[in-house]
């Protein structure tokens, strides 16, 4: 069993940064990819970013490239997501989740069913 407790969202102004974190526990942390994502009022759960095991591979949604950075560290079993330059459609409660599979760790995909484990959520909201 693994646990996922994210933390570091809030509400902050347009053009603004949050940093989110996820702390894991409960399995090997680099053994699983992890990921990102987010659910805004009214609309579907959807993929904002994923990174491999290692940290070398990090994949993003068209929508936060060049804005989001995810990183790792696999010491404190802890992923984060950077995100600058906010906006009012960023707002959503972000979703870290957990991948394990041997297949796809290395190069994780962007698919809810992918990712057996996931956090409760924290909520980010963006003002005009």
């Known amino acids: 069993q693994v646990q996922l407790v994210e933390s570091g969202g809030g509400l902050v102004q347009a053009g603004g940064s949050l940093r989110l974190s996820c702390a894991a526990s409960?399995?090997?942390?680099?053994?699983?990819?992890m990921g990102w994502f987010r659910r805004a009022p009214g609309r579907e759960r959807e993929f904002v970013s994923a990174?491999?095991?290692?940290?070398?591979?990090?994949y993003y949604a068209d929508s936060v490239k060049g804005r989001f950075t995810i990183s790792r560290d696999n010491v404190k079993n802890t992923v984060y997501l950077q995100m600058n330059s906010l906006k009012p459609e960023d707002t959503a409660v972000y979703y870290c989740?957990?991948?394990?599979?041997?297949?796809?760790?290395?190069?994780?995909?962007?698919?809810?069913?992918?990712?057996?484990?996931w956090g409760q959520g924290t909520q980010v909201t963006v003002s005009s």
């Open positions: 989740a957990a991948d394990f599979d041997p297949a796809r760790i290395a190069t994780p995909g962007a698919l809810i069913y992918e990712y057996r484990y």
């Open positions: 409960g399995r090997t942390f680099s053994s699983f990819a």
């Open positions: 990174i491999s095991w290692s940290g070398g591979s990090t």
